[in-house]
């Protein structure tokens, strides 16, 4: 698995955006407390892209993987001698 470095600038800069742009929306321009603001930011923009936050904030769920995307992160974590992960969806109930 190789990291592409325009996708991942992209994806950085996406979320930059939606981060300032939810700060200004929700704070204004001189937000009182910028640490707070740009938490809730980050927050809002890591639940848009469908990242599901615990109530302490410091658990969460990944979006569901996509059967590539299963297959992949199975294939790499065989190569570098890891277990299977499991879905948390799948696994609840058990």
């Not at 200004?24 to 639940?47: I, K, M, T, W």
């Amino acid at each position: 698995m190789s990291l592409n470095i325009d996708s991942a600038g992209e994806a950085n800069r996406k979320m930059n955006e939606f981060v300032n742009a939810y700060t200004l929306e929700h704070f204004g321009e001189h937000p009182e407390d910028e640490v707070q603001a740009r938490s809730d930011a980050l927050n809002a923009y890591y639940e848009s892209e469908g990242y599901s936050f615990g109530p302490d904030e410091d658990s969460f769920i990944l979006p569901k993987l996509t059967d590539e995307e299963q297959e992949a992160e199975s294939a790499y974590r065989r190569s570098i001698g890891l277990s299977e992960i499991v879905n948390p969806s799948e696994d609840e109930g058990r």
